[in-house]
């Protein structure tokens, strides 16, 4: 445990001393790490998770790229708090995530290799093109556990945690919470709503349920892959090596791949093996990278 830690420590050592000063002043910008862009309400949030495309909720500094809980501290050194209960910072990040996940205008979810996630409308194909599984998939890719969760969820369409649990069979508490996860890193099932009184529960629902139009467009991976690069290219204004594959859960062969993508159509540049940079930087890179938002928007399926 204390050697995992060690290397997770140095390994943001280096990533933060790759990274140029002007860089991390632009993305103080677009991530929202100073207090003028500060977070305080569930539509500055939504705001949040549209502009960046895709962000992590509880992260601190200590994780790269795009996080709620950074934005709400509007501060580039923002550290999460072992007293996390009393932390009013930590306690404005969890209740903005519940009235997100409540609205359903943004998806949440906990993604590949336990990413909990914000991701904006537009990046919803991108990202279920490289982890989710077509319907006639599941009974070979899904778990006994996940498929019996699954078939009380499309009869029931919305129910409780618990009884979701009772209605499925599976009631280990352990084996519940790994096919749970299954189905969620699946982008088959998201939380609906966060529920305390009288008893603390998640309700859950079918994702395709309040994102339709944009979990049923096909899209290739290899096309994900490089519209994702982008999207994460245009906010970050650089990349260093590993860290768009330690951010989305990618490989970072694959990650390479959709970086070298932006190099072949001019919006990028490859600086070192690894390390890539928008194009145009400087006065112009809102310009630049709006432009690749623009371009990641409208990309062809």
Request: a positive charge; aromatic letters at 8%; charged letters at 25%.
């Amino acid at each position: 445990m204390l050697r995992s830690r060690v290397v997770r420590k140095d390994w943001n050592a280096r990533s933060t001393a790759q990274v140029p000063a002007e860089i991390e002043e632009y993305r103080d910008e677009r991530w929202r790490r100073e207090a003028i862009g500060q977070i305080e309400t569930v539509f500055a949030a939504e705001q949040f998770v549209e502009h960046v495309g895709f962000a992590a909720c509880m992260t601190d500094c200590r994780k790269p790229g795009p996080s709620l809980y950074v934005a709400v501290c509007g501060r580039r050194d923002a550290i999460m708090p072992r007293n996390v209960q009393k932390d009013p910072e930590a306690s404005l990040a969890w209740t903005l995530k519940d009235e997100i996940v409540a609205r359903g205008h943004v998806y949440y979810g906990k993604l590949a290799r336990g990413r909990t996630m914000f991701i904006a409308p537009r990046m919803i194909p991108y990202f279920h093109a490289v982890w989710g599984m077509r319907r006639a998939e599941e009974p070979r890719r899904l778990s006994k556990r996940a498929q019996a969760l699954l078939r009380v969820l499309r009869r029931e369409w919305e129910i409780g945690t618990a009884d979701l649990r009772a209605d499925s069979g599976v009631k280990n508490p352990t084996a519940f919470a790994c096919a749970l996860d299954e189905l969620q890193a699946a982008m088959i099932v998201i939380p609906s709503q966060v529920i305390y009184q009288p008893k603390f529960t998640y309700l859950w629902t079918l994702a395709v349920g309040r994102f339709p139009d944009a979990l049923r467009r096909r899209v290739k991976r290899e096309d994900a892959v490089r519209e994702i690069a982008r999207c994460f290219l245009a906010g970050a204004g650089m990349t260093v090596p590993g860290e768009l594959a330690k951010v989305i859960g990618l490989s970072r062969p694959e990650a390479g791949r959709g970086n070298r993508a932006l190099v072949a159509e001019g919006c990028a540049t490859m600086i070192s093996p690894g390390t890539y940079r928008l194009r145009t930087f400087g006065k112009s890179a809102g310009m630049i990278a709006a432009s690749a938002l623009q371009s990641g928007s409208s990309a062809p399926a």
